[in-house]
């Protein structure tokens, strides 16, 4: 049995600033951007000795080319210090990390392109991009604090505080939590710096958490259901180690044929009576749509039992739908049964 590993989901905070508070979260962004940008230079210039270095070697050594402190006067790189007055530790910090990110990646794919490994002949290098749409990483304490928070009891006073840039100086300023998820509330859970995202559409943290999964039971069987276009389901018992032991078709036709059928007399109707142009009275064949609805419930029973019957068949520990968020409208005839049957 396989011993479960760590993983890292994010689920999003939404925030509700103030005009004023939207107006410091732009400044800060800007201005988080501005030193990833100044930075991504200055790593890319010694890369050569900063390449080498793990993820806690590599602050101190930047550090060292571009931070002025009293023990060490004396720097390569006194720009910084000007450009970026009193820029928080821990925000510099979290820049040195995307920066050392960004130039990394960029010599892995330059050296790729450099032996060949090309997705064309005639394909362009790489570009050092440093115009990234970064966002700033916020570490507890240093750039955020969380008030009124409660992971086992969540209510509707959370709020958190973060460190911004009012255009001279950097201030604390609270803003109301208005939406959680639920990952915070599982005590195994391990939550880890969050990011805030802000700009003319979006303004919330995005908040990674190291999930430590349950240990998987052996010899338990799962029933997968994938929804389709030409069956409306296809099922397959899956054991543990991913070997298919039986595999069905769910397709009651004869149901499917009664509700197309009728749906197609609808349209017949409507050309007959508004002809070109016209409109259609309001509840015109509202009884063809409730009986339609009526067929899609009973599809939907219909294939939902069959569904149930196999897992108890096969002792199946789970019955897994594909994720159905964001399907085109064109599906919903074919997924609208197990919704209404309460199955999808």
Same mark, same amino acid.
């Given at each position: 049995m396989k011993?479960?590993t ?12 103030t005009?004023?508070q939207k107006?410091?979260f732009?400044?800060t962004v800007?201005?988080y951007r501005r030193a ?7 790593i890319?210039?010694?890369?050569a000795?900063?390449g080498?270095?793990t993820?806690d070697?590599l602050?101190p ?5 571009m ?9 390569k790189?006194p720009?910084f ?7 928080p ?7 040195f990390?995307?920066a050392?990110?960004?130039v ?5 794919r330059?050296?790729e392109w450099?032996s060949?490994n090309?997705?064309r002949r005639?394909a362009s290098p ?8 970064c966002y700033?990483?916020?570490y507890k304490?240093?750039c ?6 409660d992971s086992?009891?969540?209510t ?5 505080e973060?460190?911004v840039f009012?255009?001279?100086?950097w201030i604390?300023?609270?803003v109301k ?6 990952r915070h509330?599982?005590?195994t859970n391990?939550m880890?710096s969050?990011?805030? @995202? ?8 995005s ?10 039971k ?5 029933t997968?259901v ?6 409306t389901?296809t099922?397959?018992v899956?054991?543990d180690?991913?070997t298919?032991i039986?595999?069905?078709? @769910? ?7 009664r509700?197309?059928k ?9 050309s ?10 309001k ?5 063809t ?6 067929i899609?419930?009973q ?6 039992k069959?569904?149930v019957?196999i897992?108890l ?10 994720n159905?968020k ?12 197990l919704?209404?049957a309460g199955?999808a």
């Amino acid at each position: 049995m396989k011993t479960p590993t760590k993983v890292i989901r994010t689920d999003k905070w939404q925030l509700n600033p103030t005009p004023g508070q939207k107006v410091l979260f732009g400044e800060t962004v800007k201005i988080y951007r501005r030193a990833c940008r100044f930075l991504v230079g200055i790593i890319y210039t010694h890369w050569a000795e900063l390449g080498t270095l793990t993820a806690d070697q590599l602050t101190p050594a930047v550090e060292k080319l571009m931070h002025e402190t009293a023990k060490r006067p004396s720097i390569k790189y006194p720009q910084f210090n000007k450009a970026f007055y009193k820029f928080p530790s821990y925000y510099r910090r979290a820049a040195f990390a995307f920066a050392a990110g960004q130039v990394s990646s960029f010599v892995t794919r330059y050296r790729e392109w450099q032996s060949g490994n090309r997705k064309r002949r005639n394909a362009s290098p790489p570009r050092l991009n440093a115009e990234t749409g970064c966002y700033p990483a916020l570490y507890k304490g240093q750039c955020y604090k969380l008030h009124d928070f409660d992971s086992a009891k969540p209510t509707l006073r959370e709020q958190v505080e973060i460190k911004v840039f009012d255009g001279s100086d950097w201030i604390w300023t609270v803003v109301k939590i208005t939406g959680l998820r639920e990952r915070h509330q599982v005590a195994t859970n391990k939550m880890m710096s969050p990011s805030l @995202i802000f700009n003319e559409r979006y303004c919330h943290l995005s908040v990674p958490f190291a999930c430590k999964p349950e240990k998987r039971k052996p010899e338990a069987n799962v029933t997968a259901v994938d929804l389709g276009i030409n069956t409306t389901a296809t099922i397959a018992v899956v054991t543990d180690d991913g070997t298919v032991i039986h595999r069905d078709f @769910i397709h009651p036709g004869r149901d499917i044929d009664r509700r197309d059928k009728r749906l197609k007399s609808v349209s017949v109707r409507a050309s007959k009576t508004m002809g070109k142009g016209g409109k259609l009275h309001k509840g015109f064949c509202s009884k063809t749509y409730q009986k339609c609805q009526r067929i899609n419930h009973q599809i939907g029973q219909v294939v939902s039992k069959r569904i149930v019957e196999i897992a108890l068949e096969f002792n199946s520990e789970a019955i897994v739908f594909e994720n159905l968020k964001g399907w085109f409208e064109v599906t919903v005839r074919i997924v609208e049964p197990l919704q209404l049957a309460g199955y999808a």
